[in-house]
């Protein structure tokens, strides 16, 4: 297993926000984690990239424990994350958003190569490259937090709502970029509102209630449960 | 109010005025960094400063000079600058690095409140500068006359001295500095990022202590050569120099924009001119009034300050 989430509990002060989550992610696998608003999804992200400190149980990478490393160390290690919200630092120019991404390393030639890639998925940041990430619309913003996020060579990617804000044409674009950067070697550990696009892109998927999971299986598995496909995909 | 003294002596108050201020601009640069990075006012700054002086006379002490002592020959003062520069900067940046490892850090570990830090703040501030006041008898020290003003410029009735030249191009040397480091270099873009969005610098591994324990540093490093070209300039170091000369330092990067190091720069500047000429025009004793009489002024109408703030640039 490339990531091992075992039974881990999280309290915002008295709240408890977390109520014992395992999941796992294998090399080389998308796996999605859907849920509604306020269900944990984005904590458990945060916990992942080590933001949030976790109350009770265990974070494993790679055969090793991380639950209590500091955040940039499991860059390190190889996780990286586009955050909800995007996270963009909105003074700096699209090129330096994606340097940031590649902070950790020094290996510059191999840098170079790596922007030249992600200019490769989205050309639209090329054209904006001189640009300060705030003034980019929504969806372009969407694409420099994946790409930085891609600028570390991680082993893990998480994307936590890939899809927000986008018009729907978008939307289709990112996630067959998301599966191409799977299939070019990266794994993926996703959380999505868009249910439908998530579970058809996803391997496996968990589906979170209120701080816990409540269901899993792989993606078409869920995608034609009934009680996931009357919850989350808006169908009955 | 002598408006005519004012036009007759534009040029001179102007370049003592530009003198005082690049002072002001290099220790408002402490306030405006750590702002930029923490959203935290670290009043201690100003004891960062003191230390810086306190150092250099020390340095300086320790070759017997006083402020009795005749100018030593120029080859020997160009070392004992160098000397005095790199006491300062020592002291201020090690002064910087403690009060946030004590004051501060164990403070954030802990999640506290933005109003815990302003306490600490506050308490390190007293405790370095009383400290200092028991330490010195609260009496005043002297500077040994390292620079003897003379005029390096006259022009009509404007002249231009070696220890204002000094102090200027100084200043500006190390702004320079600073700015190319922050902008160019890789460390510097960690401190933007933290600046900008501290969650998002974490996801790219930036190691947030380290950046902060950096911003603390340079903003120490800058008030420690503030310090030196102090002590030249006024000639005598008391315990609350640093209060004194930290608040208007504050009000610079608050006029300028705090956290934004240009407007650091403009900041001091204008204050230290505007200072000058109001001393002339109303009176020496009315220059703190006419000071913060322009900063609630410009506050009013531009409540980010002049330039606004630059190096968190709206955070996300």
């Known amino acids: 297993m490339l990531l091992e989430i075992d039974n881990i509990t999280l309290l915002y002060g008295r709240i408890q926000a977390l109520h014992g989550i395992s999941l796992e992610v294998d090399q080389g696998e998308i796996v999605a984690l859907i849920g509604a608003n306020g269900a944990g999804k984005t904590t458990t992200m945060r916990a992942v990239s080590g933001l949030r400190p976790i109350a009770s149980g265990a974070i494993r990478f790679a055969g090793q424990d991380i639950t209590r490393m500091r955040p940039d160390l499991r860059v390190v290690r190889g996780i990286s994350q586009s955050p909800e919200g995007r996270g963009i630092f909105p003074g700096m120019t699209v090129l330096e ?140 | 109010m002598n408006f005519v003294g004012l036009l007759h002596s534009l040029g001179p108050l102007s370049i003592a005025g530009l003198a005082q201020g690049a002072i002001y601009a290099l220790f408002a640069l402490g306030y405006t960094l750590v702002y930029g990075v923490l959203r935290l006012i670290n009043f201690a700054h100003s004891e960062v400063f003191l230390m810086g002086a306190y150092a250099a006379l020390n340095v300086w002490g320790l070759f017997s000079l006083n402020q009795n002592s005749a100018t030593p020959a120029t080859v020997v003062v160009i070392g004992l600058l160098m000397l005095g520069l790199v006491a300062a900067i020592i002291a201020s940046g090690a002064t910087a690095l ?124 800058m008030a420690g050569v503030a310090a030196v070209m102090y002590v030249l300039k006024i000639g005598t170091v008391k315990f609350d120099a640093g209060f004194d000369l930290g608040i208007v330092a504050f009000t610079a990067a608050v006029l300028g924009g705090i956290g934004n190091l240009r407007g650091a720069l403009l900041g001091g500047l204008l204050l230290g001119v505007v200072e000058n000429y109001a001393a002339e025009v109303f009176g020496t004793e009315y220059r703190r009034v006419i000071v913060f009489v322009l900063l609630i002024g410009v506050l009013m109408f531009l409540p980010t300050g002049l330039l606004g703030e630059s190096l968190g640039k709206a955070r996300a």
């Open chain 1, 97 to 236: 958003n994606l340097e940031m991404g590649a902070y950790t390393r020094r290996d510059g030639a191999a840098i170079r190569q790596d922007l030249d890639r992600v200019f490769g998925l989205f050309p639209r940041l090329r054209e904006r490259m001189r640009q300060p990430g705030g003034t980019l619309s929504g969806g372009e913003q969407q694409m420099l937090a994946v790409g930085r996020a891609l600028m570390s060579r991680p082993k893990l990617m998480l994307l936590d709502e890939p899809s927000m804000g986008l018009a729907p044409m978008l939307i289709q674009q990112i996630f067959s970029i998301i599966t191409e950067i799977n299939q070019q070697g990266t794994t993926i550990l996703l959380v999505e509102q868009n249910a439908q696009q998530a579970l058809s892109r996803a391997h496996r998927a968990y589906v979170l209630e209120t701080g816990q999971i409540v269901k899993s299986g792989t993606g078409s598995e869920l995608l034609h449960d009934p009680a996931v496909k009357d919850a989350y995909l808006g169908v009955a």
């Open chain 2, 98 to 221: 403690v009060v946030e490892l004590v004051a501060y850090r164990p403070l954030r570990r802990r999640n506290a409140p933005p109003l815990a830090f302003l306490i600490t703040a506050i308490g390190a501030s007293l405790v370095i500068s009383e400290a200092t006041g028991v330490f010195t008898h609260r009496s005043i020290t002297g500077v040994p006359p390292l620079i003897r003003p003379a005029d390096v410029v006259t022009f009509g009735n404007l002249h231009i001295t070696n220890l204002q030249v000094l102090i200027i191009v100084l200043a500006l040397v190390m702004m320079f500095g600073l700015d190319r480091f922050i902008n160019t270099t890789r460390l510097g873009r960690g401190i933007r990022a933290v600046a900008q969005n501290p969650d998002s610098a974490a996801l790219m591994g930036v190691n947030k202590n380290r950046v902060i324990s950096l911003v603390f540093l340079l903003g120490g490093l």
